[in-house]
């Protein structure tokens, strides 16, 4: 500060002692009132601006250079930089800052934005681009910045990044790409962006439950459906989840306005799932049916029974599910009879209804899956007309014996890829000792087979013939990746390796029922891990018993697994550094969200690479 500024700044009033005391000989600090401090009781109306300045450079002089920065950006941001002068003011500053070592990372992304903006102004979008984008990388959350990006990525050219390929060609590779990958390439100042945000949006899930978030984030997408007519033209499949319980089903109303709203709009939609109480159900196909009449998939599930459940006619349906926890099927079956010779892909599950054959044409399915009741010719009538079958998937209460059809027809099903048959009850008097070892020659040595689920539940075991000889054929089904059964009952803690061995060598999803009956957790694990396949990734233990640590299933028997199955949840499993190279100590199982586990399975074992190892649910929307 130069002489003359303190002069004004200290001695502007003669009242003031003008440096140090008057017994010191001007030396030492002023002891003067405060008010009579830098400023002096003043009799002027006049002001000197240069007072200001003299104080402010004063005062930064003193201070530190983390402090300096947040001074200077805070005063940069009060200037006009739609002028010249001023963005080169902003320029000169920010750079100032971005060199200061200790800089926190608040400060440096506040002036990278700062200068981003002045950029933006001038017209240098690319400078403007690569300020946004280092800011993201120091702060990935920023709202501010992400607000940026997406105004400036429809804009931005960044030269020779890419070759110059047509739009169909990029849209082609990110047909590859998984929805982890395009959400990435949102951010992306390129034409992949518009793409990736096309290709997400194809399939839109619409959640209405306890979770305020999760509703709002739905309604903002119907209200962005209803608004944007070039946005609602992309959408292809969407899936609407309303929760069972009254108090939260009642507050539906306002929702079911907006999907009316927004039904319209959906000019390309194909496929449809609905998750809610029958009686909003029958307002949805409804609209559905007037709105949406060329739907090709259709997946209906009843939170609260059937009721008077009916279904429209739709012309064009390929693919069709169904689940409820009971009630009248009269209206079911006549839709089902509508349906004889369309479908390609069919899925009920209905506690109480019992399997009509003479209502579904199985020579025309692809994919077949059924839970309910069978009785009669039922797999007779299957297995002799299913030519096409590439999917059988049965879950079921037994009231024939069933075992005398799989020896009559064990060259059935040509085709066939992924087979299950699980039996969750028998009638009384029912018993098929053969059911099991019939079922085993029926797909021994089938070398397309990907997926197979076989057993029973525990109590029938003896009654339908379920024992070791059933193992027996899984080595003959080299191409297996997923499998789904339980260990005999009649296994001894002997043999439990033998099992093992008799895995599938390329198997990557085992879940396995039944297997601590014979001794403890730990015993089983240790002994069960030599011949485990190291291709596999997940698996699941049915009834693992409390009080046993989760991580023991990693450390003892399956240390090759990313992906745990128990209590009805996944569990991720985090491995953790153990100092030395390329060398892990303990693992944590991480138990998934709710949501990832109920509705997002497919897409979370997507990112993992076993997507194909496990089944598609057509009862939630997963259509084949």
Excluded at 525 to 548: A, D
Aim: proline letters at 5%; a positive charge.
């Amino acid at each position: 500060m130069s002489k003359h500024a303190r002069d004004h700044a200290y001695c502007s009033d003669q009242s003031v002692p003008k440096r140090g005391h008057p017994n010191q000989g001007g030396r030492g600090p002023v002891h003067a009132p405060p008010d009579q401090i830098g400023f002096a009781r003043t009799n002027s109306t006049v002001f000197n601006p240069k007072i200001l300045e003299a104080s402010i450079k004063e005062i930064a002089s003193r201070l530190e250079d983390e402090a300096k920065a947040d001074l200077l950006l805070y005063a940069a941001k009060k200037l006009d930089i739609t002028l010249d002068s001023s963005r080169a003011l902003v320029e000169n500053a920010v750079q100032s800052c971005l060199l200061i070592p200790d800089l926190t990372t608040k400060d440096a992304v506040e002036a990278r934005l700062l200068r981003a903006k002045a950029r933006l102004v001038a017209g240098y979008t690319l400078g403007a681009h690569k300020d946004i984008k280092a800011a993201l990388v120091q702060d990935p959350e920023n709202m501010e910045a992400k607000s940026l990006m997406s105004s400036l990525v429809p804009h931005v050219r960044v030269p020779n990044s890419s070759p110059g390929f047509s739009n169909e060609i990029w849209t082609l590779v990110a047909s590859f790409l998984s929805k982890s990958d395009l959400k990435m390439l949102l951010s992306v100042p390129h034409v992949l962006s518009r793409i990736a945000s096309q290709k997400l949006f194809q399939k839109i899930d619409l959640y209405f439950a306890a979770d305020k978030s999760e509703s709002q984030r739905s309604a903002d997408i119907l209200t962005r459906i209803i608004l944007d007519a070039d946005f609602a033209v992309h959408v292809k499949s969407m899936r609407i989840f309303v929760p069972a319980e009254r108090e939260q089903a009642q507050s539906f109303a306002f929702q079911l306005g907006m999907i009316s709203n927004a039904l319209p709009k959906l000019a390309n939609i194909r496929r449809v799932h609905i998750t809610m109480r029958w009686k909003d159900l029958q307002q949805i196909l409804k609209m559905l049916n007037l709105h949406c009449p060329k739907l090709s998939g259709l997946s209906v599930e009843s939170t609260d029974g059937t009721g008077e459940l009916a279904f429209p006619k739709f012309a064009h349906l390929k693919d069709f599910s169904f689940t409820s926890k009971g009630g009248e099927t009269s209206h079911l079956n006549e839709f089902l009879k509508h349906l004889k010779n369309r479908v390609h892909a069919l899925a009920i599950k209905h506690r109480t209804w019992s399997y009509p054959s003479s209502l579904i044409s199985v020579r025309h399915l692809a994919h077949l899956d059924i839970g309910g009741i069978f009785e009669g010719d039922c797999f007779d009538q299957i297995l002799s007309n299913g030519h096409q079958l590439e999917t059988l998937r049965l879950s079921c209460e037994l009231r024939c014996v069933a075992s005398s059809a799989f020896r009559a027809q064990a060259d059935s099903l040509p085709f066939l890829r992924h087979f299950a048959l699980w039996v969750t009850d028998i009638s009384r008097g029912i018993q098929d000792k053969d059911l099991f070892p019939a079922l085993s020659e029926f797909i021994r040595n089938r070398q397309p087979l990907r997926l197979l689920t076989v057993g029973c539940s525990n109590q029938y075991f003896d009654t339908l013939g379920f024992n070791a000889s059933t193992w027996g054929v899984f080595p003959s089904l080299p191409s297996l990746l997923g499998l789904t059964t339980s260990l005999p009952s009649d296994m001894a803690a002997p043999m439990i390796p033998l099992f093992s061995w008799m895995l599938p060598r390329n198997l990557q999803y085992l879940n396995l029922g039944n297997a601590f009956t014979s001794c403890g957790v730990r015993e089983f694990l240790t002994q069960f891990r030599p011949g485990v396949p190291q291709s596999l990734k997940v698996i699941g233990l049915v009834s693992y018993p409390p009080g046993e640590s989760f991580d023991t299933i990693v450390e003892l028997g399956f240390p090759m697994v990313d992906l745990v199955w128990m209590n009805s949840n996944y569990h991720t499993v985090v491995r953790k550094p153990n100092g030395g190279l390329n060398t892990t100590g303990p693992v944590e199982l991480e138990e998934c969200s709710s949501k990832s586990t109920k509705y997002n399975r497919l897409e979370m074992l997507a990112n993992m690479g076993v997507v194909n190892s496990v089944w598609k649910d057509p009862f939630i929307g997963d259509f084949w």
